[in-house]
C-alpha cells in the first residue's frame, strides 16, 4: 500500500480524501502525522497555481506522492470576490458561519442578477520535484439570500444551484459531488491515482 499525503492540515479535507480513496491501494496521511509542521505560503494568483505550489511544496519536504487542493467561491456583485481569499474573508480564524453572515451583510439589497456566483476547485498531484496531475473544475449558480441547509461546509448553505432548486447545503453529498467543483475535480483526481498506481507508481 502506498503513502499519499494530503497537503492540508484540515481535518475534514483528510476525512473526505480517505473516502475518495476507498478501494484505492493508498493510505492517506496529513502533514502533521509526518512532522511537516510549516506550510508554504499561497503566492499564486489562481486556484490551480497555489494548489501546485502546495503540492510541490510537501512533496519535497516529505518525498511521498502529494495532493493538495484549492478552491473558492467568485461572486459577480464582489468583482470575482472573495475569490482566492475565500477561507480569509472575515479575517483569519472566522468560522463558516461568520464568514457566510458576513457575505449576505455584503451583498445586501443586491438584485438576483447580481448575485450570479462560481465555486471552484483546482487540484494537483506532485512526487518529489514533478507535477503529475492538474485538474480545475467549476459550478456556476447563486447566492441565496438566506442560509439554507445543514449538509457541506464553508459556503454550501448559501451556494443556490437552479437545477436543484436548493442550495448545496440543502442536499446529501452524493447528489452535490455529481456536479459540484470539487466532486468533478476529486473524480479525475481519483482517475489518476487508480491509473498511477495501476501504471507500478
Known sequence: MSVLLLASQNPGKLGEMRVLVDGLPFRVVGPREIGIANAPDETGASFLENATIKALAYARASGLLTVADDSGLSVDALDGGPGLYSSRFGGEGASDLERNR????????????????????????????AVL??????????????????????????FFYPPFGKTFGEVPREEKDRVSHRGKAFARL????????????
Open 102 to 129: 458576513l457575505l449576505l451583510e455584503t451583498l445586501r439589497g443586491v438584485p438576483r442578477e447580481r448575485r450570479r456566483a462560481r465555486f471552484t476547485s483546482a487540484v494537483a498531484v506532485a512526487k518529489d520535484a
Open 133 to 158: 496531475f492538474q485538474a480545475e473544475e467549476s459550478v456556476v449558480g447563486e447566492i441565496a439570500e438566506e442560509m439554507r441547509g445543514a449538509s457541506g461546509f464553508g459556503y454550501d448553505p448559501l
Open 190 to 201: 481519483r482517475d489518476f491515482l487508480a491509473g498511477w498506481r495501476e501504471a507500478g507508481g
